[in-house]
């Protein structure tokens, strides 16, 4: 059986759940449970702080974890990154205050960088030949500067609004992260073949994500023309109808390009036209 550690609370907690719950597997939900048994998949379930996920998979004490690769990357830990899963985007970014003369990552030497993840900054810095004062605070990493603590600040960025609030300016994009399913190294062959079994599912997932399910009838006289529209995974499903002269047809289309295609087929005379949503998509 294997053991998964998620985030205890929060986005990531939820996003973690739902994923689990579309690829089958039902987890009982509890504030006051550190651990809970999964049904639908042979699958335990660990609740922990998201900066406590990462030593827990390279200790062993999870064979698995979803997390940030924030995370993965600022405790060093040695895990195997498993997949990539399409949720909790963000980046860790510099920023100073609105007034700040800044021209350049020149302005950092010497200045003092309040932040929650001084391995990344320490390594980006090095790389880039600055000398600064890294300052590691847990938390509220925005008002340091306000309160005199640091000249600038280095912390995760989504929208921007907080920063503003703060009168902070995002200067330089310097990590962008998501959420991964990290692996323990260490798992024998048969905890693989489990992990194999569980990220097939989380594939046909997230395969499935953007995608639409688009049925329609057409004058069977235009089906060439459709088939250049509609080329599908493959090549888009044709189906006779009842009625001569005409067929169905049958694809998967990406949902950033599904009106600019219906439209082009509405032209040349398709009826009917069905579009569903994909659940899994499995190649």
Known sequence: MLRIAIQAKGRLNEQSIELLSEAGIRVAESKRKL?????????????LRDDDIPQAVAMGVADLGIVGLNEVAEKGFRVEQAMDLG???????????RTAAYEGLDYFRGKRVATSY????????????IDAEIHTIEGSVEIAPA?????AIFDIVSSGGTLISNGLVEVE??????????????????????TAQLTFRFNSILESRGMKYVLMNLPAEKLQEAIVILPGMRSPTILPLAQEGWCSIHAVISESQLWERIERLKEIGAEDILVLT???MIR
Do not use: H, Q, W
Not at 35 to 47: C, Q
Not at 87 to 97: D, K, P, T, Y
Not at 173 to 194: Q, T
């Open 118 to 129: 001084p391995n990344i900054l320490t390594r980006f810095f090095a790389e880039k030949g």
């Open 35 to 47: 651990i809970s048994r999964a049904g639908g998949f042979p699958l335990e379930v660990l609740y």
């Open 147 to 151: 309160v005199g603590m640091s000249d």
């Open 173 to 194: 994009k310097v990590f962008y992260s998501e959420a991964v399913l990290i692996a323990n190294p260490e798992m024998d062959e048969a905890k693989r073949r489990e």
């Open 87 to 97: 949720f909790g985007n963000c980046r860790i970014s510099l920023a100073v205050e």
């Open 278 to 280: 994909l659940e899994n």
